[in-house]
């Protein structure tokens, strides 16, 4: 009777995780098709454009760039500097310091002969307070605003002063030490103004690992795969995570997410939605859900647009202790914000985001982990146990490692669609080869990092700020390690 | 899955004998893996084909270009006639190079097309002229104009580009019913080229015009209207009347602010009895723009049925007329008014009227609160400019 039982339960198990396992595989292929008629229809209508001709443009929407800093000492010069050398018409870029206890703000008092001002600041959205507004004597930095606060143990916190201090309409959110491509805010404002029937409250574009790319007064001059394996399969999985997956959704207006490192936003609607949560570990990801949230409720029809082309290079963690730590935060991150907004699955009421982003982010991303786990438990257990069938076993291994390697691919090739970024054939062949070791090496270091941030999550441990240990890129910084302490 | 089988069963049974006795979620595993085998491989052949082909076209390129240059910058640029002054339309061009059998290939011929455009941007006048000549002795316009008639949108799109880069101009039959396309990027281009093309009205189309003007749109017109040379500029005030599109109305009222044609006040200011938020709002604004100050009376009055966006239109207004008529009005919003955005506007106002308003603002400072008093202080600092 019992046997019978465990059979059944067995029996069931199985059932359950092929139906997931063939819904997964099928949402894949499903996002591959949708992605490249996404960039082909991109391309079509983006190759007669020349976007340096707008670039003097008197009757363009204004755009903040909120760029916050900690402990950023190192870098900061030349990132600020990187952010200056960003094109268009109508934008200022205000960095936050938020209470760094490094030279963060006094390098950039004495480089950009930055003054206190008494600025009238409109509290919007809660943050610490706000120590001090500087603003620069040189004409040639009237764009920069830095304002200096409390630090607030959150990206989250620093951004949302931003905000408050921002003077226009769009804000484009941006982490300091990312290199963004020149004409980024024309190429991020264009889906916004080209939209008919829908208010496009945010639109997102492809990152990049920045590591091992030839880098000259903070512009990219060349670009390369990491040539560290860490960082190059994190590039792999970006193009996978962007170029297909982002540009498949955005097809269908589904995107879930707008990346942290890069991502213009729609003030009002962010304002009104609440801003950034200090509390969440992926602020990014729940800004974005209360942003929908607040348009369901209150009729406006949305639209939240993916660009396939890259313009955001950022430096990707090169130690696995350094990834471990993200990954779980953004884990973590993920986990906050499916119990927080747990109503919205399946519910009708929140229309594409209730029904489809919603249950996929639930079952394939949350869930992905954990069913995973099991499976490997149970695959191990079923091997003691002698009750394997190592033909069948094997071939359905062989079946999903030649998927996964497939859908990596078509990325690969998606991006190369896009934009031959890669000068050599070797760059290229040497990300095609990253799939192939996928399955063994990064993926189950995902898995586990993942059930960490789940566990931390669960057990409520406390987890600081995840500021990045970062190298820097080139010229006098490279290679000065900057160990951020963590508040 | 009858089909899966019929296709694939015999080939899998030839290669694995125990095939058929496999389950079917087997079965179905083999031939996906055997799927994704094959589309991984094409998928590296693609890539390598895209890339190949892309670098074969780059060094072509590269060796047609410099011949491209010189025969431009020798016959064209350094033209000795054109320097003599001889009219361009006389001047006879030698074939050159573009008796080789090479240019007459169609890549040879479009990447020809591209090179005389590249020069056509940087150069106008007589240089541009016989630009425009060697482009059509060598019948490179006939190229263009074929492809104006293809079925597909972004042909005709390309085509267009061409065409309006090269001055060619295009029958009005041809190209307006293209400016009311269902496809988008098909419509603005033929909007473009009508206006750079059209020689009697190149606005015309704005009276059929029936899809709305997206905001990108109106930031290429805009470009294009401001920047081509010996356009006739109409009195935008036409359409801010007659125009039922809301888009178009909106759009005039930028153009009419950028060449301050002050004659269409008088149909800007119907706009401030429109029911639509969004008019009233760009109606204001222009009419702030064009320091309209025979309005100012009415902008006051109307100001407490206002929404938000509206009233902070009218101040701005305000500041930019600098009348010093409604300072009374300026210094009652920011002493009164809750809401911050107000009274930020307001002050910047009450600032910009400048010597007029010098004794007011001592007597704010003295007199307001401490959130009052940063928000002068902030409009007042010239390193802050928002």
Redesign the interface.
Known sequence: MQETFLERVQDFYEKLVFTYGTTLLITYAFLAALSLAAIIHFLRRNKNIDYTSMLDSPIVPGISVVAPAFNEGVTIIANVRSLLTLNYPLFEIVIINDGSTDDTLEKMIREFELVPVDFAYNIKLVSQPVRKFYKSTNEAYAKLLVIDKVNGKSKADAVNAGINACAFDYFLCTDVDCILESTTLLKLIKPVMDEEKHRVIATGATLRMANSCDIDQGVITRVRPPKQWLPRFQEMEYLRAYVLGKMGWSWINCVPNVSGGLGLFDKEIAIKAGGYDHQSFGEDMELMTRMCRYCYTNDIKYAIRYIPITLCWTEGPSTIKIFMRQRTRWSRGLAQLMFAHIKMLFNPRYGRMGMVVFPYNFFFELLAPIVEFFGVVYYITLICMNMINWQFAILLLVFVYAYSVMITTLAILWDQITFRYYKSWREVASLCLMPFFEMFIYHPMIMIFALRGYYYFITGKKHGWGSMTRKGFGGNNAGAAVAAAKP | MVLADYFFAPFFRRYFYYFDS??I??QI??L??TI??L??FS??A???Y??YA?NRHEKKLARINPDLDNYITENIILNEQLATGEPVNQIVLPMGIFEKSLYRRRWVQQATIDRIIHYRKNFGGEIGGLLKKLYIDLELDKVSFKRLKSVKW?KK??AL?ELTAMDMSIADVNILPLTNSKN??LRS?ARHAYIKLSKNEPFKFFDIVTE?L???D???L??IITTTKDISIPNFARWVTYSSNKSVVAFCL?LIV?YNQQQAIPAIEKLLDSKDHYLRENAINALGKLKAEDTENKLVSIYSNQPLTCQLEILKALGRMGTGNHLEFLRHEFLRSAD??VR?NAAKSIINHKADSASLLKELLDTATA?NA??L???M?P????
């Open positions: 496999y389950p979620v087997i595993a083999i996906l893996t994704a085998v589309a991984t998928a590296y693609v890539i390598l895209r890339r892309g972004d799109v390309k580009k988008r990027e281009e709305p997206l905001m990108w109106q930031l290429e805009f470009k930028k950028h911050f955005d930020k959130e940063l928000i202080k902030h409009c600092n390193l802050i400019k928002y």
